[in-house]
């Protein structure tokens, strides 16, 4: 099963960027379908984002549309979030997540999650 690990998370103010990284271990990270997910205090983990393994095709959450990007660089075995004019309402926990198998923005059907960076979003 492969590890993964995020970083890059912090503190900005609202209308800032931050970009987050998922660095994969154990296994190469081009055999999986990768994902971006987010929770909050009191609220359900949700999706953010997702690739296939080749970066051709990528999903997107309504609220983020536009101002996130997913990329992965199975070279480095790194995927990453890019974001972009953050609001306060993108505060959370990241989690990156890996799965065998089709595109799914279900979080029950991934197999490994990293243990999560915080994003901290200020007014």
């Known amino acids: 099963q492969v590890q993964l690990g995020e970083s890059g998370g912090g503190l900005v103010q609202a209308g800032d960027s931050l970009r987050l990284s998922c660095a994969a271990s154990?296994?190469?990270?081009?055999?999986?379908?990768m994902g971006w997910f987010r929770q909050a205090p009191g609220k359900e983990r949700e999706f953010v984002a997702g690739v296939t393994w080749n970066g051709d095709s990528t999903l997107y959450a309504d609220s983020v549309k536009g101002r996130f990007t997913i990329a992965r660089d199975n070279a480095k075995n790194t995927m990453y979030l890019h974001m972009n004019s953050l609001k306060t309402e993108d505060a959370a926990v990241y989690y990156c997540a890996a799965r065998l198998g089709s595109p799914t923005t279900n979080w029950y059907h991934y197999n490994s999650w990293g243990q999560g960076t915080q994003v901290s979003v200020s007014s």
């Open positions: 154990g296994r190469p990270l081009s055999v999986y379908y």
